[in-house]
């Protein structure tokens, strides 16, 4: 019986490992410029603007004078923010 316990344990901490490195690697870490935010996420740059872009705690990163979008902390806070009927 301990046999059992200690192969489970080890197959579903390999599942675990597993599926962590494959989130990792399926992730994009890139960070965007509001032309892009159409082709990424669907937007149109007007609705972006209107709706996303400004509002309190959405995820803007500046570069010097450039205003960038990392690619899952917008894709965090649209889930966190979405309505639901």
Do not use: C
């Not at 192969?7 to 494959?22: H, I, K, N, P, S």
Request: avoid cysteine; proline fraction near 5%; charged fraction near 35%.
């Amino acid at each position: 019986m301990d046999d059992l316990l200690t192969g489970l344990t080890r197959l579903f901490r390999q599942a675990y490992e597993q599926g962590v490195e494959d989130g990792r690697k399926e992730r994009d870490h890139r960070f965007i410029k509001r032309a892009e935010i159409q082709d990424e996420f669907g937007i149109p740059v007007d609705a972006f603007d209107s709706d996303f872009r400004g509002k309190p705690g959405f995820p803007t990163y500046r570069f010097g004078t450039a205003e960038r979008y990392y690619i899952p902390a917008v894709s965090q806070w649209i889930l966190e923010h979405q309505e639901r009927n």
